[in-house]
């Protein structure tokens, strides 16, 4: 099997993926004008990926997104330690997560109702991990102008933590426009999940009412990050967004240059709220240079490190559950 680029295209958008970490490495959208832009950060080739140049552009992560406190956990009365790969944590999945493997193609269809879905088999002890997982990953283009994923997990043998993430970076004013900080953000969320200083989770669930974190109602991105040691990198909870078919609304982001819009909508309990405080000189697509806070990223999730932490939402599924996460992107112009 070999890493390769597909396409799902309905007219309005276009999106490319690879097999590689079932990633997402264009995304072409039109403005209020009707001239399309690619939205998101990546490389034109799988290769950079491969190669490792890619800090989580576009992939699934996995078998647990986000960070493992000291790279540890126990379950059901067995300890389990994982690879450190952000120091003194590990970060999605460990060394070789879901975002580093090749996915099996299991079905393409780029008709009247393009979809594309990637299957991964994960075996006991990947990574550190318990128990083989099924797992799969469909992306569908279900309107004219969204772009929709459904991710599914089973256990085959044993209880095993499950928490998938899709780290696309965006840029609504093209991947190659500069820094999101005149981005207005929305996030559908009164509380969040506060941070020590190694990016772990507390365990308190914080008001976000009158801080640096409040975007209950639309501001833009900029106006307060720098009362921030690097920028937002926060796990929101989902707490107040109107539902629709299942999926609560968990953020607006407009972009005032190219009017564009991205409407998210998912049945995740928590987002991270990520503005790319980490991307240095970055060479992407068509030799554009990736600089700090390029792109932010909308990760919806179970709440890190919520294995170590008994007082939020369990992210244990046990053999022959389910896990499903569901997001929704909607895209348009206001």
Not at 117 to 122: A, L, N
Not at 140 to 162: H, Q
Not at 175 to 204: C, M
Not at 207 to 228: A, N, Q, W
Request: glycine letters at 10%; aromatic letters at 10%; hydrophobic letters at 35%.
């Amino acid at each position: 099997m070999a890493a390769e680029l597909y396409e799902l295209s309905n007219g309005t958008i276009t999106v490319k993926l690879t097999n590689f970490g079932a990633t997402i490495t264009s995304l072409l959208v039109p403005d209020a004008n009707g001239n399309l832009a690619d939205v998101v950060l990546g490389f034109d080739t799988v290769e950079p990926y491969q190669q490792g140049l890619s800090p989580y552009f576009g992939c699934i992560v996995g078998r647990v997104a986000n960070r493992i406190k000291d790279g540890k956990f126990a379950l059901n009365g067995v300890e389990y330690s994982f690879y450190i790969n952000n120091p003194p944590n590990s970060l999605h999945g460990g060394k070789i997560g879901f975002d580093k493997v090749l996915w099996e193609v299991t079905e393409y269809n780029n008709n009247m109702f393009p979809s594309i879905t990637f299957k991964y088999q994960s075996k006991d002890g990947e990574e550190g991990y318990p128990g083989d997982l099924s797992v799969t990953a469909k992306y569908s283009l279900p309107s004219s102008t969204s772009l929709k994923l459904e991710m599914e997990a089973v256990p085959l043998n044993k209880a095993t933590p499950v928490n998938l993430a899709q780290h696309t970076y965006w840029n609504l004013a093209g991947h190659n426009s500069g820094n999101i900080l005149d981005h207005s953000i929305q996030i559908l969320a009164s509380h969040l999940t506060p941070v020590d200083k190694n990016l772990i989770p507390t365990g308190e669930i914080m008001p976000v009412s009158g801080t640096c974190f409040d975007f209950m109602t639309e501001k833009k991105i900029g106006s307060r990050i720098h009362e921030l040691q690097v920028g937002y990198d926060h796990n929101y909870v989902l707490d107040c967004g109107e539902e629709r078919s299942g999926l609560k609304h968990a953020a607006k982001v407009k972009d005032p240059s190219t009017s564009r819009v991205l409407d998210l909508w998912t049945d995740a309990p928590g987002m991270q709220f990520y503005t790319g405080n980490y991307v240095d000189g970055v060479v992407g697509k068509g030799g554009a240079v990736y600089g700090k806070h390029a792109a932010l990223c909308l990760e919806t999730q179970g709440f890190p490190n919520a294995i170590n932490q008994p007082n939020f939402p369990s992210v244990v599924v046990q053999p022959g559950g389910k896990y499903k996460h569901t997001m929704l992107f909607e895209f348009s112009t206001n």
